[in-house]
């Protein structure tokens, strides 16, 4: 008999994270998740117009050099670097 008291209960996987193909996203969809990535990382900075980024954004998404995230459990996506 083997004593289980010590291990992780394993995640569910249904519960994580996964890339969503940027080609199944509306214009608009893609737009939103681009407009928020921009403000998020380079709005903060000392970027006078972090909007500016937008086209430099859409560019690394169709080069695949940034993805869309999706999360189950928050119900959220948003783009990322690729696992």
Do not use: I
Not at 18 to 38: N, P, T
Not at 48 to 66: D, F, G, H, I, Y
């Amino acid at each position: 008999m083997t004593d289980e008291t010590g291990r992780e209960p394993q995640s569910d996987p249904r519960e994580e994270k996964f890339v969503v193909d940027a080609e199944l996203l509306s214009e608009d969809q893609l737009d939103g998740l681009v407009e928020e990535y921009c403000t998020r990382y380079h709005g903060l900075n000392d970027t006078e117009n972090p909007m500016s980024e937008r086209e430099r954004v859409r560019s690394a998404v169709r080069r695949q050099e940034l993805v869309v995230w999706f999360d189950p459990v928050e119900n959220t996506a948003s783009l990322g670097n690729p696992g």
